[in-house]
Nanobody, 129 residues
Framework: QVQLVESGGGSVPAGGSLRLSCVVS????????VAWFRQAEGKERRGVAH????????SYHPDVKGRFTISKDNAKNTLYLQMDSLKPEDTAIYTC??????????????????????WGRGTQVTVAA
């Protein structure tokens, strides 16, 4: 059974940093697209960043580009999201996801959610002003 378990969320002041982790079981992060999404209260889920399976290209939503860094450790089958210079508007539940071999890039540069089959439960990130 495929499982994705996030950790690393919490509360930080504006300008702070957090590193999210997502341990994936029974599914290869090396061979498939992996991504982070977020959903703020009262808003739709939005793609944050992803790593493509083919070529390991990375893509980010413009709101986080230059501040967030997505990475993965194939040996640990784990996905990461390093978040720096956090802003109050980054407050959301962050969820990791795994897709197939070929994934699309949304028009805003982030991951396209219909490509992702497996999802974690999410971890809360709160950034205080």
């Amino acid at each position: 059974q495929v499982q994705l378990v996030e950790s690393g969320g919490g509360s930080v002041p504006a300008g702070g940093s957090l590193r999210l982790s997502c341990v994936v079981s029974e599914y290869s992060v090396r061979d498939n697209c992996v991504a982070w999404f977020r959903q703020a209260e009262g808003k739709e889920r939005r793609g944050v960043a992803h790593i493509l399976a083919i070529g390991n290209g990375k893509s980010y939503h413009p709101d986080v580009k230059g501040r967030f860094t997505i990475s993965k450790d194939n040996a640990k089958n784990t996905l990461y999201l390093q978040m720096d210079s956090l802003k109050p508007e980054d407050t959301a539940i962050y969820t990791c996801a795994a897709g197939g071999r070929a994934c699309n890039i949304a028009s805003n540069g982030g991951p396209w959610s219909p490509d992702y089959r497996f999802w974690g439960r999410g971890t809360q990130v709160t950034v205080a002003a």
